[in-house]
């Protein structure tokens, strides 16, 4: 009953913020637009090329280096909407859908320019970078779906 | 009416709705499909060697109004077993991955979003049934909310679920970002897990940039995580130093944690990361990276080094050519492994070429202990490709090998079609 409540109230919340929001007078600070502005070159952005650092992101940290793959993560948590300029929510679920069926490399065997995670042995490797550090795993496999690929040994 | 049954006819109503009054014009709608077929062979519980034929369908729907307030996405997979055996646990199976009306106001540059969506915000990393909103606060405030239930905890039913959660972030642009975020996950009427988070970004003078993420468990009242990097440019270089630290029992300490995590939320492990990397862009469209990690354990006592180098040759589009070696020096032997990868993915190909692109994968792979009886991996894919319609359909096909631990001298194929509808 309580849980209830607070959901409600939360809902509340959000509708009175909403409202709050849509009657501000106040003039907008920067938010990012839906699309990138500019349509972009076929082939990895590097943001920093184009756009100079006082703006409201650190362009430089979106450049989409050879293992931007590996550490976009603190961007992602932080500036959501930025990677939406670009990429749809398939391009993330390819990686960070809550259950699919086949690997990243396995759905995208000819893509070799987009780094997708697993790719080769990886079955075998990674018994040894779960060892070594398994909170890299998981972020991806720490909840009972996402962890259904890792039941039939894991229990 | 179930949660899962419900996801599925509003997506479908919500579509229709936005469709039936006439709205709809080639510009507006966008339809993509990842079909493929392939062919391959596994072991299952009563036969060695039993061919499998999955064909996957992947269709994603992209819906926007003319004024572009109000638009509609979906996505889900399905896969058709086309062999009779027993490999999958479910024969056909498919999922529901997005499922959501987003509505943008004109005014303080506000959206909400409603039905299945994926959330990465502060503390949350989750996909959920329910409701999320954005806005801005006046010039240098910003704030997004989300509740409903967490698809990620359907598999024991869905009563007493829920995620609710947001995040408040403070800026001055050119200057920095603060903020705040919050999540709490309950599941089966109780508390699953609750996190705080702070995540900051400074843009500091000389081309410096700073960023990172914290994150408190509010159940076991300790710090989870503390992540942190910095950027720094210099001419052709950038160099980005970055540092993790982890308390185990509180960053896997949710009560639905699977295996094999449940069991390390018990340990008391502390660990530290500690690492660089440099990337330098080079002349010709020569990319080279370089990349060093020291990994600590607090009660193991011991510590595991990982470097890698990277060196990749650009040219127009996304063709390249590239090599990486990396080495894992693990705290024992048995974690210790030697990985070199060469890649192409090549467009430049004469006009005389029946295939517009040429993809290759090779993955070497030396075990500090042997697994399974096996010392080493290799890894082969080629590929091909062409595109028709005016690009609006791909079709690509692969062959791998492998030869590893788990698999010996595994050969499988794959076609793939990739069709797109309505992209301007």
């Known amino acids: ?155 | 009416m179930k949660i899962e049954k419900f996801v599925k006819v509003f997506s479908c109503c919500a579509l229709g709705c936005l469709i039936a009054p006439g709205w709809l014009t080639a510009g507006q709608l966008e339809v993509t499909s990842h079909s493929s077929l392939a062919l391959y062979e596994r072991d299952t519980s009563t036969d060695k060697s039993s061919t499998l034929i999955p064909f996957y369908e992947y269709l994603g729907l992209n819906y926007l109004t003319d004024d572009e307030a109000l638009s509609f996405y979906g996505y889900g997979w399905g896969r058709l077993n086309l062999t009779d055996n027993n490999y999958y646990e479910q024969k056909n199976d498919g999922e529901i991955l997005a499922g959501y009306l987003k509505y943008r106001f004109d005014k303080a540059n506000t959206s909400m979003m409603l039905g299945r969506q994926q959330l990465f915000s502060g503390v949350a990393n989750a996909s959920l049934d329910g409701l999320s909103m954005q806005a801005a606060l006046g010039a240098s405030f910003d704030i997004s909310l989300y509740g409903g239930s967490p698809v990620a905890l359907t598999e024991d039913g869905r009563s007493g679920d829920s995620i609710l959660g947001g995040r408040i972030a403070n800026y001055r642009s050119g200057l920095y970002e603060l903020g705040l975020s919050y999540k709490k996950v309950r599941n089966d009427s109780t508390d699953d897990d609750e996190k705080l988070g702070l995540d900051i970004s400074l843009n500091l003078p000389y081309s410096i940039g700073f960023g990172g993420f914290s994150s408190f468990n509010m159940l076991t009242e300790s710090w989870a995580e503390h992540s942190y990097e910095m950027l720094v440019q210099a001419g052709s270089f950038q160099i980005r130093p970055f540092l993790q630290l982890f308390q185990y029992d509180d960053y896997f300490s949710s009560t639905d944690s699977p295996n094999p995590f449940k069991l390390l939320a018990t340990t008391g492990e502390e660990l530290t990361v500690i690492g660089a990397e440099v990337d330098w862009f080079g002349a010709e469209s020569y990319e080279v990276n370089l990349k060093a990690k020291n990994i600590d354990y607090d009660l193991r006592g011991d510590s595991s080094q990982y470097i890698s180098g990277l060196v990749i040759k650009h040219l127009e589009d996304l063709c390249q050519v590239g090599i990486e070696l990396g080495v894992m020096n693990g705290d024992t032997s048995q974690n210790d492994y030697l990985m070199g990868r060469a890649f192409v993915y090549w467009t430049r190909l004469p006009e005389s070429f029946p295939v517009e692109f040429i993809s290759s994968d090779l993955i070497l792979v030396g075990y500090g202990e042997d697994i399974y009886g096996q010392s080493n991996s290799t890894f082969i894919s080629l590929g091909a490709g062409k595109t028709f319609f005016a690009k609006a359909l791909a079709l690509k096909f692969s062959l791998d090998y492998s030869s590893d631990p788990y698999f010996d001298n595994d050969f499988s194929a794959k076609l793939v079609a990739e069709y797109t509808y309505g992209k301007e």
Do not use: W
Not at chain 1, 48 to 66: G, L, P, Q, W
């Open chain 1, 1 to 155: 009953m309580f849980g209830k409540m607070k959901f409600v109230g939360g809902l509340l919340f959000l509708t009175l913020l909403l409202v709050y929001a849509c009657a501000s007078k106040q003039g907008s600070g920067y938010v990012f637009p839906s699309i990138h502005p500019e349509e972009l070159e076929p082939g990895r952005p590097i943001c920093s090329d184009c756009h100079e650092e006082n703006d409201r992101i650190v362009y430089a940290r979106f450049n989409h280096t050879a293992t931007f793959t590996d550490n976009h993560r603190l961007l992602a948590y932080q500036y959501e909407q930025a990677c939406n300029m670009c990429h749809q929510q398939q391009f993330c679920d390819d990686c960070h859908g809550v259950r699919v069926d086949e690997k990243p490399s396995q759905k995208n065997k000819t893509s070799t320019f987009r780094r997708t995670p697993h790719r080769g042995d990886y079955l075998a490797r990674h018994r040894i970078d779960g060892r070594v550090d398994p909170t890299s795993c998981f972020r991806c496999h720490g909840n009972p779906k996402t962890a259904e690929t890792c039941a039939p040994c894991h229990g």
